[in-house]
């Protein structure tokens, strides 16, 4: 089955305790993105990766770290998490670009206390 | 930053009924794309809708149907026949380069 799937799906930590979220898909896609969902404010990009290698900033960087090692893989690196980092997180990957339909993951919970 | 901006924040539909959410949004790109994803409870992004901006024909999927109007960056979406299982949050997205914006977005609830 085509998916996209996330690891942990509800975490609970604290400040400043690094955290890693993983991140994996299975149809071959160049194009993956990690999104945060706040209430209000509806899903932002925090990094992309065009391929393996490739990544850049989306419009809510600070304070995460990615890599593309894998094609299939891109996980989410919280190194030293905050409260404000409290947020449903999102991986998504499409074919080749932003243009394609993007296939989600079904979320993480994170809270940072 | 290029912005989306979907104006209701929530929406209720009589079963059966039509309904028109609203999005604009900014860009400065000649060439872009615009979507609809819709949120039920389970959480699940679901495609809803595509649109390609240099395509003049609004597209449709079943009873999904948009409004664009390029000259106003208007992209509304129509829900013709409304049934319970579209109640769900829904949100416009562009893209922007190669990211991807996403308004704020809509809780859409349908009654029977």
């Known amino acids: 089955e085509a998916q996209v799937t996330q690891n942990p799906r509800y975490l609970i930590t604290v400040t400043g305790k690094k955290l890693t979220v993983t991140c994996s898909q299975n149809?071959?896609?160049?194009?993956m993105s990690w999104y945060r969902q706040d209430p209000g404010l509806g899903l932002r990009q925090i990094y992309y990766?065009?391929?393996?290698?490739?990544?850049d900033k989306g419009d809510v960087p600070e304070g995460y770290k990615v890599s593309r090692k894998e094609k299939r893989n891109f996980p989410l690196i919280l190194e030293s998490p905050s409260p404000n980092q409290t947020s449903l997180y999102f991986c998504?990957?499409?074919?080749?670009?932003?243009?394609?339909?993007?296939?989600f993951g079904p979320g993480t919970r994170l809270t940072v206390l | 930053a290029q912005t989306v901006t979907q104006s209701q924040p929530e929406m209720s539909v009589q079963e059966a009924e039509t309904v028109t959410l609203s999005c604009t949004y900014d860009?400065?790109?000649?060439?872009?794309?615009l979507f609809w994803y819709k949120q039920p409870p389970s959480r699940q992004m679901i495609l809803v809708i595509r649109?390609?901006?240099?395509?003049?024909q609004n597209a449709t999927e079943n009873r999904f149907s948009v409004n664009f109007q390029k000259a106003a960056k208007s992209f509304s979406l129509k829900i013709s026949d409304s049934q319970l299982g579209d109640a769900a949050m829904y949100f416009c997205?562009?893209?922007?380069?190669?990211?991807?914006?996403f308004g704020a977005g809509t809780i859409l609830r349908v009654k029977s």
């Open positions: 998504a990957s499409s074919l080749s670009t932003s243009r394609n339909e993007q296939f």
């Open positions: 149809m071959n896609h160049e194009y």
């Open positions: 990766s065009m391929n393996v290698e490739v990544t």
């Open positions: 860009t400065s790109e000649s060439d872009y794309y």
């Open positions: 649109q390609e901006a240099y395509k003049q």
């Open positions: 997205a562009s893209t922007a380069g190669n990211k991807l914006v």
